[in-house]
């Protein structure tokens, strides 16, 4: 991250939005140092500095050094919607960056967000879609669970799904979340963690 130096805060994020060319409350900053001089003069405050798109730059930057160290083709493209960055990977081979069962995305997806998270000192959202895998999955998995949803509706004995990562479980939380009597919860631990449908009378 950048430092900046003004007379007091203000100005330098004045200086850290004008470098980075937007607006100073889309900044994330840290006060590094502050000095108040003699008599007020001499006064100086020194941040650190970042906006979203120094984090798909480095993003990016990040992605690009993996693929050129493995020396695989791939064009990565990086956006961020409401604080969550999504990344799309279209690589000469994508079996194997998708992996068994994703298991292979789903550890770049873990590296990258570590990364970002370790790099900016914060908890960063990341979800990396490879050529449409993702989307692909999501609309299998919330099928297959609608068609779970339907019987426990019927039978009203609750079910549990098999394991998946959190994006998937989100995916069906809220795919589910408008059918009448049921419910989902998460339980399990780690790469156990499933979703459990439940029936629930009292949603109607």
């Not at 493995?70 to 279209?90: L, Y």
């Not at 692909?136 to 297959?144: A, D, G």
């Amino acid at each position: 991250m950048n430092t900046y130096t003004g007379k007091n805060l203000d100005d330098a994020l004045k200086a850290a939005a004008l470098d980075k060319g937007v607006e100073t409350d889309q900044l994330t900053y840290t006060v590094i140092e502050e000095t108040s001089g003699f008599l007020g003069l001499g006064s100086k405050t020194t941040i650190s500095a970042y906006c979203d798109l120094d984090i798909i730059d480095f993003m990016k930057s990040y992605l690009d050094s993996y693929f050129q160290n493995i020396a695989m083709e791939a064009n990565v493209e990086v956006s961020e919607e409401n604080g969550f960055f999504h990344v799309n990977i279209d690589a000469d081979n994508n079996a194997i960056l998708i992996g068994k069962n994703g298991q292979t995305l789903q550890a770049i997806n873990t590296v990258l967000k570590s990364a970002a998270s370790s790099e900016f000192k914060r908890r960063i959202g990341v979800l990396i879609d490879i050529n449409g895998y993702k989307e692909e999955k999501y609309q299998k998995i919330c099928s297959l669970a609608r068609r779970v949803a339907k019987t426990v509706q019927r039978t009203k004995t609750d079910a549990v799904l098999d394991p998946m990562p959190a994006d998937e479980r989100k995916a069906v939380h809220n795919y589910l979340s408008t059918m009448k009597y049921v419910r989902t919860v998460s339980e399990g631990e780690g790469n156990q963690r499933r979703l459990k449908i439940c029936y629930a009378p009292e949603k109607e």
